[in-house]
Each structure stands twice: as C-alpha cells, then as structure tokens.
DNA sequence: CGCCGCATTGACGTTCGTCAAGTCTAGTGG
DNA sequence: CCACTAGACTTGACGAACGTCAATGCGGCG
C-alpha cells in the first residue's frame, strides 16, 4: 500500500487554482505547503467540526462536498452552505473561538487542515497571503448577502433557480458539465438551505419539467434552458 | 470655531471600547491613530459608499446609524444592515476591489476612514491587530449567518421579535436603556431587512401592543416584557 | 423479497402579500 | 399661527403562495 502514503501537497492539488494558494509564486506555495499540519480524511455523513467545538484551524477542501448547518435545539436542523472542494470552511468559528455550526461530508471528503495562528505567522512572511486571507473571508461575507437576498426577496420558483445555477457554475469551475448535475443533498437539505420545505422543492422542481426547464431524475439533473432559468432568478420580485 | 478642530482620536471616542482598538495597549492604540487618514462626517441620508464604487478603505462608525442597502434594478432596494457606532462597514468591497452595496447614513454620522492596505501594513508591526480583523470579519459572518436563519425559518413576529431584542442589545451596549428605544428607519426599511412588507411591520407591531409586550409610538419603542419576546424567538419554527 | 428513507402528489389551511382607504405627523409656506 | 401637503403609518378585505397533513410511489440495501 506504497501508494497511500504518496505526499498530498498544493502542488499536486487539482483545486490550486481555486483554493487559498491563488496567485503565489512556487516558492510560496512550498511554504503555504508546510504550514498544513495534517489532512483529515471525513466520511459520508461524518463532521468535520461541530458547533460549540473549539476554533483552531481553518479547512481548505481537498475534494469532496459538504453542508454546513447549524441543529438547533427543537432537535430540527437548518443548512447554511454547501461548500464543495477549492473552498474554505470555519471562518464562523474565529470571533467566539468556537465553531457556531456543524461542516458535515456529504461524500467521502479529504481536507487540508490551517491553524490559524500559524496562517497568521505565515502571511507576516508571504505578503500576498495577508490580503488573500481577507478576499477569501470578504468572499464568504459578499456569498451570505446573496444568500440574504435570496431569501428575503425571491419566490420559490426564483430561489430553486438561482441555487441551481449556482451549483452548475460551480461545479463548471471545476471542470464539470455545465449543464448536468448530481445533487449530493436530499430535498429536505435544499429546501432548509432555500428556506422551503422539501414539498415545496419538489413541486418546483416538478413545474420546472413540466415548463421543459429542466430534466429531474431523482438526484440527477439536466439543465435543458439555462437562460429561461437566469431569467427567472432576474425577476425576482422587489420588497 | 476653534474648538471644531480638536482632533478627534481613538483616545477621545466613546465607542473604543467597541471599535477596532479593543484590547490594544496605548501605543498601540496610537499606532491606529496614525493609521487614520481621514475622518468623514456623511450627512443624514447621504451615503458613505455605494455599489459599485472602487473599494480602498474600511470604515469604523464613531457615531451615527446607519444602513447597508442593495438597490437592485428594478428600482427598489432591499437591507441587509444596521450598522452603529463602534461598528466596521465595507468588508463585502475587499473582494472583488468594487463594493456590492450602499452604506446610507441614517441620521448625521461620522466615521474614520481606514484605507486597508494602511491598516495590513500596520498589522505587521502591531501583532494583535492582525488577528482582530479577522475577529471583526468573523463576526460578520457571524452576524449574516443569524439572519439567514431568521430570513429562512421565522415567521413575522418571530423576525420582529429577533429585531428588536438585537437593537436594543446593541444600544445597550452603548449606554442606552434596555427597554426604550427610538427607531431611526422606517416600516419599510424594517421590513426590507426582515424580508417583510411594510404593512405586515405595522401589523406585527400592533399585535405586540395588543399583547401588550411592546409600546410603539411611531418610531417610539418601549419594551414591556423582553422575556415575552425572547420566548416568541426561541419558538422559530423548525424546517 | 421486503423494508425504509426519500420523493412525489393532492387537498386543505395559514400566513403573508396586495390593493385600497384612511389617519397621523412633521414640515412648509401663506 | 394655522392651513396645507407629502410622506409615513395603520387598518381592513381579499387573494396568492407556501406550509401542513396524508397517501402513495420509488429505489437501494440488507
């Protein structure tokens, strides 16, 4: 089992491009490389983090796709991201040194872990990390808005679009299809994410066959007018 | 006019205790002075920043109220903030170099300009404010984060509810009473942030003085009986 | 093969939005 | 000083969108 133990680093990371190391030369990608203690391999279903558990590392994902999501007290549970490889997780947990939510797989998933004290250290040294640690947390604020917006303006018609296209785009970024997806989620997970219940994504999804917007096979989705979708989410209505 | 020149410092605010400078020695607390280039008074309606403008600085509010806003094509705009004194503006601007929304000033305000590659030069040399940005942008992420549980799970007087106990926490903090406080948005700015329409506000609020849990007197608010209230936010329903 | 969790669909109820009328208040100018 | 007005707010009647409850279908796994 040689193989096994072949060193995972940035360099051979198939989401540099999309994760922290953006834009450094290679000599600080070495550096960014040294500074990751440990990977953690999560299973299906398994928590990278929990809320109430001590803050002391960032998560930069390797591959795989999470939720994260907060289970509140009355034992039901609300999704807040589902954050998929060459993004970061854990910034929640920095103000209070304690994570406000649970990161859970939602596929078997690697992650590099990022202590923050040493990331600090480390952007002392590599300038460009020093600003790139506050584009990526400014980019976590800027996706929450939208995540606002969303929920305070659109209808369901409108907030099962735009999270559609949202993952497609995403996932393109990633080398996938720009038009088919596999959700890793079940109903009820997109429509806590939406603000819905799971009847309520499912009728949508089922008026969007109906209009030929998309192809629905369970978990497996085929975008067949992606305009027609982009439009619906461009009206969505005022307040 | 001699006395409108004294020079408004750290030292002199009565929000240090909120603002960036919390836990920063003396010196230190010099070194930020140093650090700010400018203050700017914004005048009651007039905005500080709007969407679409080239990012350069951060802003810490020294006094006044103010309100983060989107106004999307269609004319109207939707809220997505609160700012007040002794709190930051213009995180959602650092990643993409341009700001996605306006920061309005809701009554006559004053803020200290602090351009962000001035205050990451600093945080080189003063080591505690390095890890305090990303306190201040964890906690709003933090912040975003509670409101998309609120857009995404309450009911109206559940997000009142939420609304109300979250100012005057805020205003406590601030040397203002607990249970009185004067609304400086209107109805319809509330509901905007609450993903609510401005007579659905009316209403709630009418409920509550029926209830007798609030007073409202225009923008008049005395709270009767917080603990009415925080019980309606813990019974936000499930999803 | 049968079970169990996930998903779909239908009937019905609740909450909030919409439309509209009317009140109150602060600010303006005669 | 007061009438006038515009904007903010309140209240009511109605309707649309979504939630709730319940029955049924489907697929994967032991």
New interface residues.
């Given amino acids: 089992m040689g193989t096994q133990t072949i060193k995972a680093t940035c360099v051979n990371c198939n989401v540099r491009q999309l994760c922290l190391p953006v834009g450094l030369s290679s000599l600080e990608l070495e550096e960014i490389d040294s500074l990751i203690t440990a990977r953690r391999r999560i299973k299906h279903n398994a928590a990278l983090f929990q809320k109430g558990e001590r803050f002391s590392s960032l998560y930069a994902i390797r591959n795989g796709f999470f939720k994260t999501c907060?289970t509140?007290?009355?034992?039901?549970g609300?999704v807040?991201g589902f954050p998929m490889a060459g993004e970061m997780l854990g910034?929640?947990?920095?103000?209070?040194d304690r994570h406000?939510?649970d990161a859970v797989a939602l596929e078997d998933a690697e992650v590099c872990v990022l202590p923050?004290d040493l990331l600090?250290k480390l952007?002392?040294k590599v300038n460009p990390l020093?600003?790139h640690?506050?584009?990526?947390?400014?980019?976590?604020?800027?996706r929450?808005?939208d995540?606002?917006?969303m929920?305070?303006?659109m209808r369901s018609e409108e907030r099962l679009a735009a999270f559609l296209l949202n993952l497609v785009d995403r996932l393109h970024a990633r080398g996938y299809s720009r038009s088919e997806l596999i959700l890793r989620m079940t109903r009820k997970e997109i429509?806590?994410?939406?603000?819905l219940?799971l009847e309520t994504v499912s009728r949508t999804f089922s008026r969007f066959m109906v209009e030929r917007i998309v192809e629905v096979k369970h978990r497996h989705i085929q975008i067949l007018d992606a305009d027609a979708l982009r439009q619906i989410v461009?009206q969505?209505s005022?307040?």
Same sequence: chains 1, 2.
Avoid: P, Q, W
Avoid at 72 to 76: F, H, I, P, T
Avoid at 133 to 142: A, P
């Fill in positions: 907060v509140s007290a009355d034992g039901l609300r807040t910034f929640d947990g920095i103000v209070n406000i939510c923050l600090e952007s002392l020093h600003r640690i506050h584009i990526i947390m400014s980019r976590e604020i800027v929450e808005h995540v606002m917006l929920l305070g303006g429509g806590s994410y939406l603000g219940k461009d969505s005022s307040l």
